[in-house]
């Protein structure tokens, strides 16, 4: 129909939240019920649009198809609604300067800007010129002003947004934000991708049944412990809710135990990443060289979002400040959205960075285990031992 066309939503009459897949059997507990939370928001807004909508996720996490669905569902009363992206409004507005255009750039700024329902897709891809931020920030900067319904998708971190616009998108008052910490559904090959980036194939041996407990070999006190970090790492993988730290000696185990419990997750179908902290950031500057085939938004995006993350040895002692930056944001994001994460370490927790520490020391999120043995000498195949720290 023509109200279709106008409204930019020809192509995705399909997209409702009738048509929205709740049930992806590859997703944790945890991301299960992000899916909900965000289809329960998006819902209850297409029924009642007030305010604003901040759905914040990685890309094919879902979102463009909830903020769809709502404008559908307000089209379909016979409402007014805007669906664009960013960079394709920044575009249109462009066009309008051009000789040939049929459309005064005030006439066209002017609808967006007091349409009743806009929805603006993809925040944040837009072209960071001068221009585009002020025309963009003069469109958000108004309809917050007029409280006026807006519903906005993003990929990006909020602190990358120009800091005008971010203080618009967090005041609590207007913005119901909706986290999607979900891998990209669209594509099926998605764990395979983790696989190459992860580690968890050189350490496919470490599992719970061989790991020894050193019961001849111990005093009382550190025998207590060491089973106690089993058992306590074995409930985990059963049922991994929050955050793990693991801490001891280099040698002492606990890197046999994190792999255990990424080995279980895997074999019971999770998307598990189990990487060493040097690791990671050397596939995340990899993406910067010429050759390579994938961005590096793409892959710090599956990195952040796997379904368990198993960071081992982790220090940020001699890192960069680039490399600090972009482990606390992984982190950072991971917290924030509760997501199954395990760390390692043989630092002190005095010695740890000052943000990351602030994170693990959140008893409601995070529990921390420390192992009293020391680096372990002899054993099986499979022991610490035989194995980098």
Known sequence: TRMRMLSNLNGVADKTCATF????????????????????????YAENPQGWLLFQ???????????????????????????????????????TFAPSSEVEYDELFERVR????????????????????????????????????????????????????????????????????????????????????????????????NFSLRADTLPPEERRNLR?????????AQEP?????????????????????????????DQVMFVTTPDLLDYLRATFAPSSTVTFSKRFYEIRNATLLVLDHIDLSNATPWAREKIRQITDYRYLAHLPTVFTTAQKFEEMDSLLRSRLMDGRLCRVLAILAPDYVGGNANSPRRQKR
Not at 21 to 44: C, F, I, K, N, W
């Open 114 to 209: 007091n349409i009743p329902l806009l929805i603006l897709d993809d925040l944040g891809t837009e072209s960071a010129t001068a221009w585009a931020q002020e025309k963009l920030f003069q469109l958000i900067n108004h309809r917050y002003l007029h409280r006026l319904s807006t519903v906005i998708t993003t990929n990006v971190e909020l602190d990358k947004l120009d800091p005008r616009i971010r203080s618009r998108l967090v005041d609590r008052q207007l913005t119901i934000p909706v986290m999607l910490p979900l891998p990209d559904y669209r594509r099926s090959d998605a764990q395979q991708d983790v696989d190459l980036l992860s580690n968890l194939g050189l350490y496919g041996g470490m599992v719970f049944e």
């Open 57 to 95: 996720g990685n890309f094919g996490s879902g979102k463009t198809h909830l903020a769809v669905a709502i404008a559908n569902q307000h089209l379909d009363r016979g409402q007014s609604v805007l669906f664009m992206t960013v960079p394709d409004l920044l575009d249109h507005l462009r066009s």
């Open 241 to 269: 809710q929050g955050w793990l730290l693991i801490m001891g000696n280099h040698g002492s185990g606990k890197t046999h135990l994190a792999a255990a419990i990424a080995n279980t997750r895997k074999r019971m179908g």
């Open 228 to 236: 106690h970090v089993y058992e306590v790492a074995m409930g985990y």
């Open 21 to 44: 897949e709740l049930g992806r059997p590859s997703l944790s507990t945890e991301q299960l019920g992000a899916l909900r939370v965000a289809y329960d928001r998006a819902h209850d």
